[in-house]
T-cell receptor
Framework: ETGVTQTPRHLVMGMTNKKSLKCEQH?????MYWYKQSAKKPLELMFV???????ENNSVPSRFSPECPNSSHLFLHLHTLQPEDSALYLC??????????????????FGPGTRLTVL | AQSVTQLGSHVSVSEGALVLLRCNYS??????LFWYVQYPNQGLQLLLK??????LVQGIKGFEAEFKRSQSSFNLRKPSVHWSDAAEYFC??????????FGQGTELSVKP
């Protein structure tokens, strides 16, 4: 497979369930991202991992727990979610998370997303 | 802080017509600007980007965008839209740190 893949593509879960979203990139990138896309709202950056280290947590509730075991894989562990957490969760990757002067911007490549419904 | 405003949540044009999608941004530093497209049930695909240089940027699928610093705008256009261009379009801004700030999106409908 090429590019950025996400599994599952669709997920329905109850508020007491525990589930995980998986993202895998085959582009040799070093940075990976989780975004939340809700209806009629801009995409929200949730987490950033750069060289397997978390560099950004955008005030995300603790019921969302990211994990990045290596530069190619990113997980989002879900537990005790709320109905308002229903959304499309998008994963992206880039060459690295540009930080500081002198770094050029690296394009982010997106996966197809996981459509999550919380009942 | 950076922000993006897309003017019009929904645009409808006839096939073959010119389409213009508007984007205004706010940034305290020279911005990096992007347009992404999202087809139904898919992720985002980069159409084009502006970092510096020529203010008219050519992208994929026949799209182009013009950066106007004086108006803080980065509008996207296509001279002759095709039915397959029906999708949602997102404008985004970034500083050198790499963090993307997205607009709310504009849904493009193409009438036969």
């Amino acid at each position: 497979e090429t590019g950025v893949t996400q599994t599952p593509r669709h997920l329905v879960m109850g508020m007491t369930n525990k589930k995980s979203l998986k993202c895998e990139q085959h582009l040799g990138h070093n940075a990976m991202y989780w975004y939340k896309q809700s209806a009629k709202k801009p995409l929200e950056l949730m987490f950033v991992y750069n060289f397997k280290e978390q560099t950004e947590n955008n005030s995300v509730p603790s019921r969302f727990s990211p994990e990045c075991p290596n530069s190619s894989h990113l997980f989002l562990h879900l537990h005790t979610l709320q109905p308002e957490d229903s959304a499309l969760y998008l994963c992206a990757s880039s060459q690295d998370w540009a930080s500081g002067s002198g770094s050029s911007y690296n394009e982010q490549f997106f996966g197809p997303g996981t459509r999550l419904t919380v009942l | 802080a950076q922000s993006v405003t897309q003017l019009g949540s929904h645009v409808s044009v006839s096939e073959g017509a010119l389409v213009l999608l508007r984007c205004n941004y706010s940034s305290s530093v020279p911005p990096y600007l992007f347009w992404y497209v999202q087809y139904p049930n898919q992720g985002l695909q980069l159409l084009l980007k502006y970092f510096s240089g020529d203010t008219l940027v050519q992208g994929i699928k026949g799209f182009e965008a013009e950066f106007k610093r004086s108006q803080s705008s980065f509008n996207l256009r296509k001279p002759s839209v095709h039915w397959s261009d029906a999708a949602e379009y997102f404008c985004a801004v970034s500083d050198k740190g790499g963090k993307l700030i997205f607009g709310q999106g504009t849904e493009l409908s193409v009438k036969p």
